[in-house]
Protein backbone atom coordinates (compact mmCIF):
# COMPACT_ATOMS: atom_id res chain seq x y z
CA UNK A 1 0.00 0.00 0.00
CA UNK A 2 1.27 3.19 -0.87
CA UNK A 3 1.62 5.61 2.21
CA UNK A 4 2.34 9.33 2.25
CA UNK A 5 2.74 12.25 4.34
CA UNK A 6 0.65 15.33 3.94
CA UNK A 7 2.73 18.64 4.65
CA UNK A 8 0.98 21.95 5.81
CA UNK A 9 2.44 25.36 6.58
CA UNK A 10 0.80 26.22 9.46
CA UNK A 11 2.35 29.80 10.20
CA UNK A 12 -1.12 31.81 9.71
CA UNK A 13 -3.08 29.38 11.68
CA UNK A 14 -1.02 29.15 14.54
CA UNK A 15 -2.78 31.00 17.55
CA UNK A 16 -1.55 30.86 21.05
CA UNK A 17 0.88 28.06 19.79
CA UNK A 18 -1.33 25.11 19.47
CA UNK A 19 0.47 23.13 17.00
CA UNK A 20 -1.89 20.82 16.79
CA UNK A 21 -5.26 22.84 15.89
CA UNK A 22 -3.06 24.52 13.76
CA UNK A 23 -1.83 21.32 11.47
CA UNK A 24 -5.42 19.62 11.76
CA UNK A 25 -8.39 21.17 10.26
CA UNK A 26 -9.33 23.27 7.51
CA UNK A 27 -7.43 22.58 4.85
CA UNK A 28 -8.43 22.18 1.25
CA UNK A 29 -7.09 19.00 -0.42
CA UNK A 30 -7.45 15.47 -1.66
CA UNK A 31 -10.12 13.63 -0.17
CA UNK A 32 -8.68 10.95 -2.42
CA UNK A 33 -5.46 10.63 -1.15
CA UNK A 34 -6.94 10.57 3.15
CA UNK A 35 -6.50 6.99 2.79
CA UNK A 36 -3.28 6.44 2.06
CA UNK A 37 -1.31 9.40 4.64
CA UNK A 38 0.61 8.23 7.68
CA UNK A 39 1.70 11.25 9.06
CA UNK A 40 0.67 14.94 8.68
CA UNK A 41 3.40 17.55 9.40
CA UNK A 42 3.15 21.35 10.80
CA UNK A 43 5.67 23.23 8.81
CA UNK A 44 6.04 26.77 10.36
CA UNK A 45 8.64 29.17 8.66
CA UNK A 46 10.47 26.28 6.92
CA UNK A 47 11.04 23.96 9.52
CA UNK A 48 9.26 21.12 10.64
CA UNK A 49 7.87 21.95 14.19
CA UNK A 50 5.58 19.38 14.94
CA UNK A 51 3.96 15.46 13.43
CA UNK A 52 0.84 13.79 14.09
CA UNK A 53 -0.45 10.24 12.78
CA UNK A 54 -4.06 11.04 11.77
CA UNK A 55 -6.38 7.82 12.52
CA UNK A 56 -9.43 9.64 11.62
CA UNK A 57 -10.89 12.76 8.77
CA UNK A 58 -13.96 14.52 8.78
CA UNK A 59 -15.00 16.66 5.75
CA UNK A 60 -16.69 19.73 7.01
CA UNK A 61 -20.44 19.87 5.95
CA UNK A 62 -21.53 23.87 5.90
CA UNK A 63 -20.57 26.90 6.48
CA UNK A 64 -17.25 28.73 4.82
CA UNK A 65 -15.15 25.97 5.47
CA UNK A 66 -17.57 23.54 3.74
CA UNK A 67 -15.70 21.10 1.79
CA UNK A 68 -12.21 21.37 3.91
CA UNK A 69 -10.53 18.40 5.85
CA UNK A 70 -9.47 17.70 9.50
CA UNK A 71 -8.33 15.11 11.05
CA UNK A 72 -7.88 13.55 14.34
CA UNK A 73 -4.80 12.15 15.60
CA UNK A 74 -2.16 11.74 17.90
CA UNK A 75 1.65 12.77 18.39
CA UNK A 76 4.20 10.70 15.81
CA UNK A 77 7.08 9.50 18.40
CA UNK A 78 10.08 11.72 18.67
CA UNK A 79 12.18 9.20 15.90
CA UNK A 80 9.85 10.22 13.43
CA UNK A 81 9.77 13.74 13.98
CA UNK A 82 13.28 14.08 14.38
CA UNK A 83 13.79 11.64 11.10
CA UNK A 84 11.47 14.58 8.91
CA UNK A 85 13.47 17.25 10.29
CA UNK A 86 16.57 15.68 9.06
CA UNK A 87 15.10 15.52 5.84
CA UNK A 88 13.12 19.04 5.76
CA UNK A 89 15.00 20.69 3.13
CA UNK A 90 12.98 17.70 1.04
CA UNK A 91 9.99 18.43 2.37
CA UNK A 92 10.13 21.84 1.54
CA UNK A 93 10.84 21.52 -2.34
CA UNK A 94 7.39 19.42 -2.84
CA UNK A 95 5.10 22.94 -2.04
CA UNK A 96 4.46 24.55 -5.14
CA UNK A 97 3.85 28.63 -5.37
CA UNK A 98 1.66 29.38 -2.86
CA UNK A 99 0.35 26.07 -2.09
CA UNK A 100 -0.18 25.62 1.81
CA UNK A 101 -0.61 21.46 1.50
CA UNK A 102 2.08 19.57 -0.23
CA UNK A 103 2.39 15.35 -0.33
CA UNK A 104 5.24 13.33 -0.21
CA UNK A 105 5.58 9.37 -0.78
CA UNK A 106 7.11 7.86 2.79
CA UNK A 107 9.42 5.91 0.96
CA UNK A 108 10.95 8.73 -0.06
CA UNK A 109 12.44 10.02 3.33
CA UNK A 110 13.14 6.32 4.33
Known amino acids: MK ?3 VLFKIHKGL ?5 YE ?4 HWRM ?11 V ?4 GKVECVYQPT ?3 VVEEGELKG ?13 IHKLQRVQD ?3 KKFGAGNPVAYISLSEVE
Open 56 to 58: SWV
Open 68 to 80: RLQFEGSEASSDI
Open 15 to 19: KDRDH
Open 90 to 92: QLL
Open 3 to 5: EEI
Open 30 to 40: SKKRIDYIKYA
Open 42 to 45: GINQ
Open 22 to 25: ATRK
